[in-house]
């Protein structure tokens, strides 16, 4: 449907009326034309004006709330507490050793009930008053079918305005008891605000955004709709900033104590499909806040999971080292099988070739039936292999779906399906996988709306090599952007996408150790050298600084060794050898079983790689918003704290503290690339 074709203005509210003929007339004059500025602003992926405006400001606790801890301590001595430095509120909260309150007695008790009676009783120890959890929203219940555990994110509204990320997650396990909260609703949020009507309208602010993005625009934006109500939001269309039109919000953005502004939120699609941008505009001082890219990308018959890349198969390139593989939906994960034949559509994912980079099939391979089996010439150069390659895309997009789904990221946990049958979540997003994307080289890269939106999932080929090689037979590339998916859903909630932004999240990283985990032997070691995209970029062993490994001669970081790292990719390769660490030790402990796709929670024999998989999936779900190593750790100890009987929380937590990650690792913060060991 058009749009611009069925819509019409609606005329101008008591908040921004007749801002929108002012902003147009503005443009219409010259004074909104787009000069790109002399500018490094997007020499990195994400911006916040925020990180220069809280240089050095550290908040501190209140003494209601030092008092209510001493007071916890003495009821659970190893109470592990971080805290925001904007706010000075308690950031995370957990046990180390066991859970935060005891069971809950009682038959039909819902877990909201436990999680808001359990806030309410202990607001001095959250930081926090009567008065800034007396309105908040319910965004995601997202309930653990393998552990029992529902997690429950809840985010702050003032004004019928809701605070920017300003979420306070609960996790509380099967028996009722609270396992952790993640908190960032900011404290005095009433007399924080600046202001409570724009001085911009949406129209304004989208231009903005555009000269921000030093894209010029020859058209002003429009007005195809605007609500009436509290929030103030409105549709416009910008074709030449965004493919989709702009749905802008009112929202409130914490910057820290004391001060909270009034902003326009909405997200860009950018026309050349490399980006998915989440923007904040200042509404008074019309000043670009934060700017945020939903796409990940990688600096990166059927190769049959476990099988690498051509490279790792036999016969090697140019032999085809392809299998044929029969009947690999799992049920359970897929109920209605991956696709009913012909083009390579189904309920997971939809893949196709997008050489000409506009969003839409160049062509449908189609498969014979449900038989997908095309020839291949590695040869050559990759367009004479494009059915192939995109039958592997295919293949690949919906074995991590079922794998993972065995792991707990299922319809509840924001996985990407088109029906969800009924199993909870939003439905209607899977993945759109874009074979021999046009729109760039020698990468990949991953666009993950929230829950309900399809994600998109753009496959390179690359000029390294002679001919070039094409990402879509490197599966751990392939695993690596899926994986981005995986983490964005799950950190935060499955209706939030923007809990990944900041320098020290470790998305990167979590990709990375997911693509080790999909592509592992038997008869690997923990010693041997692994590595992402050697295929693709026709590399030796990775495209990292290092490659990962437990033998220190090999990969000798630690904690600290992300400082001077790059942002993402450089941070994000530490956290994965972290997590290679905590892997290789439960390996050590438990053994290595070559099927990831049937996995057991209540089998005390099940393997180490299997329960690894688990404690990482499990604990993106238990991980603050905007999270530092020592919130991923934590996630990870309170999955295991809550699963097979404890059993592997001394071995987890021994394997984080030999890279430095043990109970005195000091995070330095959210945006900070300088911890201690």
């Known amino acids: 449907m058009n749009l611009r074709a069925t819509l019409r203005p609606i005329p101008g509210s008591r908040r921004w009326a007749g801002r929108a003929f002012a902003a147009a007339m503005l443009f ?69 050793m066991g859970y935060l309150s005891a069971p809950k007695l009682g038959a039909g008790t819902e877990a909201l009930d436990t999680a808001l009676g359990y806030l309410r009783q202990n607001l001095d120890l959250l930081g926090l008053s009567a008065a800034d959890i007396a309105n908040f929203e319910v965004t995601d219940t997202v309930f653990s079918k393998l552990s029992g555990s529902t997690h429950i994110y809840l985010r702050q509204v003032y004004q019928g305005l809701p605070v920017y990320n300003g979420q306070l997650q609960i996790n509380v396990n099967r028996e009722g008891r609270i396992i952790s909260v993640n908190n960032a609703f900011l404290p005095g949020l009433a007399s924080s605000i600046n202001t409570t009507e724009p001085a911009i ?50 929202m409130w953005l914490p910057i820290r104590e004391g001060d909270a502004r009034l902003v326009w939120a909405f997200q860009v699609v950018t026309v050349d499909n490399a980006h998915w941008y989440e923007m904040t505009v200042d509404a008074v001082s019309a000043e670009v806040m934060t700017r945020f890219d939903w796409t990940n990308s990688g600096t990166y018959r059927v190769y049959e999971q476990p099988v690498e890349d051509p490279d790792d198969s036999t016969p090697a390139p140019p ?40 969003n839409i099939c160049d062509s449908e391979p189609q498969c014979a039936g449900t038989t997908c089996d095309f020839g291949i010439d590695l040869s050559a150069a990759p367009n004479a292999s494009i059915p192939a390659a995109t039958a592997n895309l295919f293949y690949w997009n919906n074995t991590i779906h079922d794998i993972q789904y065995q792991y707990g990221f299922d319809e509840a946990g924001g996985n990407f399906q088109e029906n969800n049958f009924g199993n909870g979540g939003a439905g209607s997003d899977s993945v759109n996988a874009d074979a021999q994307d046009g729109s760039g080289n020698c990468n990949a890269n991953f666009s993950t709306p929230t829950d309900g939106g399809n994600p998109r999932m753009q496959m390179f080929t690359c000029t390294n090599a002679t001919p070039a090689r094409d990402g879509d037979y490197d599966n751990g590339v392939i695993v690596h952007e899926y994986g981005h998916g995986i983490s964005i859903r799950q950190v935060g909630g499955p209706g939030n996408s923007s809990c990944l932004n900041n320098s020290q999240q470790a998305g990167e990283g979590w990709s990375d150790w997911l693509a080790l985990v999909y592509t592992a032997r038997a008869s690997h070691t923990g010693a041997l050298p692994r590595g992402l995209g050697a295929y693709l970029f026709n590399s030796a062993v990775t495209i990292r600084d290092l490659p990962y490994s437990t033998d220190n001669a090999v990969n000798n970081w630690t904690y600290e060794s992300i400082s001077g790292a790059s942002v993402p990719h450089g941070v994000g390769s530490r956290w994965a050898q972290a997590a290679w660490d905590v892997y290789w030790a439960l390996v050590d402990k438990h053994g290595f079983s070559g099927d990831l796709a049937n996995f057991n929670i209540n089998n005390p024999n099940e393997a180490g790689n299997k329960r690894a998989l688990f404690y990482i999936n499990e604990g993106l779900k238990n991980t603050a918003c905007s999270p530092t190593f020592v919130n991923n750790r934590d996630g990870i100890i309170q999955a295991a704290t809550d699963n097979f009987g404890g059993a592997d929380v001394c071995d987890i937590w021994m394997a984080f503290a030999a890279f430095g990650l043990g109970t005195d690792a000091v995070s330095g913060g959210s945006n900070s690339t300088n911890p201690t060991n």
């Open 28 to 96: 219409a004059t010259g004074a909104w034309a787009v000069v790109p500025p002399a500018s490094d602003r997007h020499e990195q992926r994400n911006f916040d004006a925020r990180t220069r405006q809280t240089i050095g400001f550290e908040a501190q606790p209140t003494d209601q709330h030092l008092a209510a801890l001493a007071a916890a301590r003495v009821q659970i001595p190893e109470l592990a507490v971080t805290y925001e430095a904007t706010s000075g509120a308690p950031r995370t909260i957990y046990n180390r």
């Open 319 to 358: 032999g085809d080292g392809r299998t044929l593989v029969v009947n690999p939906e799992n049920a359970t994960a897929s109920p209605s099988g991956w696709f009913t034949g012909g083009t390579m559509a189904g309920n997971n994912a939809h893949a196709c070739p997008d050489i000409v980079n506009n």
């Open 201 to 250: 309208d949406p129209l304004s602010a989208i231009l903005v955004a555009a000269d921000h993005l030093q894209i010029s625009l020859a058209r002003a934006p429009e007005l195809l709709t605007k609500e009436d109500d509290s929030r103030g939001g409105a549709l416009v269309a910008a074709e030449e900033l965004s493919q989709q039109p702009i749905e802008a919000k009112l």
